[in-house]
C-alpha cells in the first residue's frame, strides 16, 4: 500500500486565488511528522512546512498552511494567494517512527506530486 | 553557506561503468540519505545511514553502494552502470531526536546522470 498518496497529478489555479493540494498517509505510528516540499523547475528542493502528529494546532508558515486531519489521515498543502512563482512541483512527504523508543526515525517517504501551475 | 553539497550536476555515463557521486554537508546532521526522482514516481529512497559507520538499504538499492566514514560526507556509489539509473540523484540530511525532526531533511542541488 502506498504510505502516501497524491492523487492530483495536475492542477491549475488563477494568480491571487488559494488552491489545496490533497495528500492522505498510511502508517501504524502514532508518533510521525509530515512535510511538503516544493521543486520549482530549476529542481531544488525547498521545505515549506511541517506537521507533527502530536500538534494540536494546524501548521502555518506565511502563505502556507497545512490542514491536518489526523483521524481521516490527510495533510493537505493550502497556499493562499496565489503567486506566479508558485508554479512548481509539490510533494507531500512522512517520516515515521519519532517516538523515543524508535530513535527519532530517519527515513522520508514522499508522494508523487502535484504538478501547480498559476494562471494570470 | 551551510548546506549539502553535491558534486557532479551533470554526467553521462556508459552502460557497465562506474562512478561515485559525492555528497558533503557541514551542519553536522546525524542522517543523511540518498533518493532518485524519476518522471511520475516521486523521490525513492536508495540508502541511508544514521550516523558515521552506520548505513541501512532503503527501496530501492540494487546496483548502488554507500559507506559512511564521517559525519560528513556520504557517497553514493554505480557498480556497473545501467540506463534503468537514468534519473536525478539527490542527496538529503537532517538532524536527528524527535524535536528537531520539525526543520525537515536538507537536500543538495542533484545529479542529472545519464546511462548510455
Known amino acids: 500500500a502506498q504510505k502516501i498518496t497524491q492523487t492530483q497529478p495536475g492542477m491549475f489555479v488563477q494568480e491571487k486565488e488559494a488552491v489545496t493540494l490533497d495528500c492522505t498517509y498510511d502508517t501504524s505510528d502514532q508518533s510521525y511528522g509530515l512535510f511538503w516540499y516544493k521543486q520549482p523547475s530549476s529542481g531544488e528542493m525547498i521545505f515549506l512546512i511541517y506537521q507533527g502528529s502530536y500538534d494540536e494546532q494546524n501548521a502555518t508558515e506565511g502563505r502556507y498552511s497545512l490542514n491536518f486531519q489526523k483521524a481521516r489521515k490527510s495533510a493537505n498543502l493550502v497556499i493562499s494567494a496565489s503567486q506566479l512563482g508558485d508554479s512548481a512541483m509539490y510533494f507531500c512527504?512522512?517520516?515515521?517512527?519519532?517516538?523515543?523508543?524508535?530513535?527519532?526515525?530517519?527515513?522520508?517517504?514522499f508522494g508523487t506530486g502535484t504538478q501547480l501551475k498559476v494562471e494570470l | 553557506n551551510a548546506g549539502v553539497t553535491q558534486t557532479p550536476k551533470f554526467q553521462v555515463l556508459k552502460t557497465g561503468q562506474s562512478m561515485t557521486l559525492q555528497c558533503a554537508q557541514d551542519m553536522n546532521h546525524e542522517y543523511m540519505s540518498w533518493y532518485r526522482q524519476d518522471p511520475g514516481m516521486g523521490l525513492r529512497l536508495i540508502h541511508y545511514s544514521v550516523g558515521a559507520g552506520i548505513t541501512d538499504q532503503g527501496e530501492v538499492p540494487n546496483g548502488y553502494n554507500v559507506s559512511r566514514s564521517t559525519t560528513e560526507d556520504f557517497p553514493l556509489r554505480l557498480l556497473s552502470a545501467a540506463p534503468s539509473q537514468t534519473s536525478v540523484y539527490f542527496c538529503?540530511?537532517?538532524?536527528?531526536?524527535?524535536?528537531?525532526?520539525?526543520?525537515?531533511?536538507?537536500f543538495g542541488s542533484g545529479t542529472r546522470l545519464t546511462v548510455v
Open positions: 538529503a540530511s537532517s538532524y536527528s531526536g524527535s524535536g528537531l525532526v520539525r526543520y525537515g531533511y536538507t
Open positions: 512527504a512522512m517520516r515515521e517512527g519519532l517516538g523515543v523508543l524508535t530513535g527519532g526515525g530517519n527515513k522520508l517517504t
